[in-house]
T-cell receptor, first 113, second 113 residues
Framework: DSGVTQTPKHLITATGQRVTLRCSPR?????VYWYQQSLDQGLQFLIQ???????AKGNILERFSAQQFPDLHSELNLSSLELGDSALYFC????????????FGEGSWLTVV | AQSVTQLDSQVPVFEEAPVELRCNYS??????LFWYVQYPNQGLQLLLK??????LVKGINGFEAEFNKSQTSFHLRKPSVHISDTAEYFC???????????FGQGTELSVKP
């Protein structure tokens, strides 16, 4: 158990819909990361937050947004969903200093039908 | 920008044989290097990491990796594999700035009896 909790574990939704994925980081970790894993794209970095502020942005689509709340949990919002958004979405956390171990949750499986 | 290339997408090997999973990275700045393992239907787990110091890094489950700056490589090795080592292995790099991980495409290790 990494200590990173993600909900829901599985989600099936229709094209055009909007979903929210939730992440609770390890106790004490200030930084949260979101990754997308798909067969064709591999593990893609989406976005990083540190203590409530956006720190780094990857190939995150404009239809996607994220935030980190004062209690340090984070949410990833995916809207106007397309079939190609079907993937495993990972949340990870760390203390936030480069070189710190980044701990991953078990992921949220999103299927868009 | 950093990038990672894992030279083998699949590596089949017999139980108790040695294995090497190859990883090359590209970066214009100093990097930190990581190997993660993903078992089926699970999140990513850190095997080992290189930050500085000795170029030979030992990790969990009997794995080790050697950092070679001149060849920009960070190959993962195990002298004798077990069936339970069957999993996907990811090499990753991060710089000393933001801390996000950039992953390679993964290597599927399949250990056969």
């Amino acid at each position: 158990d990494s200590g990173v909790t993600q909900t829901p574990k599985h989600l099936i939704t229709a094209t055009g819909q909007r979903v929210t994925l939730r992440c609770s980081p390890r106790s004490g970790d200030l930084s949260v990361y979101w990754y997308q894993q798909s067969l064709d794209q591999g593990l893609q970095f989406l976005i990083q937050y540190y203590n409530g502020e956006e720190r780094a942005k990857g190939n995150i689509l404009e239809r996607f947004s994220a935030q980190q709340f004062p209690d340090l949990h984070s949410e990833l919002n995916l809207s106007s969903l397309e079939l190609g958004d079907s993937a495993l979405y990972f949340c990870a956390s760390s203390a936030g200093t480069p070189g710190n171990t980044i701990y991953f949750g078990e992921g949220s499986w999103l299927t868009v039908v | 920008a950093q990038s990672v290339t894992q030279l083998d997408s699949q590596v089949p090997v017999f139980e108790e044989a040695p294995v090497e999973l190859r990883c090359n990275y590209s970066s214009s700045v100093s990097v930190y290097l990581f190997w993660y393992v993903q078992y089926p239907n699970q999140g990513l787990q850190l095997l080992l990491k290189y930050l500085s110091g000795s170029t030979l890094v030992k990790g969990i489950n009997g794995f080790e990796a050697e950092f070679n700056k001149s060849q920009t490589s960070f190959h993962l090795r195990k002298p004798s594999v077990h069936i339970s080592d069957t999993a996907e292995y990811f090499c990753a790099v991060t710089d000393n700035q933001g801390g996000k991980l950039i992953f390679g495409q993964g290597t599927e290790l399949s250990v056969k009896p």
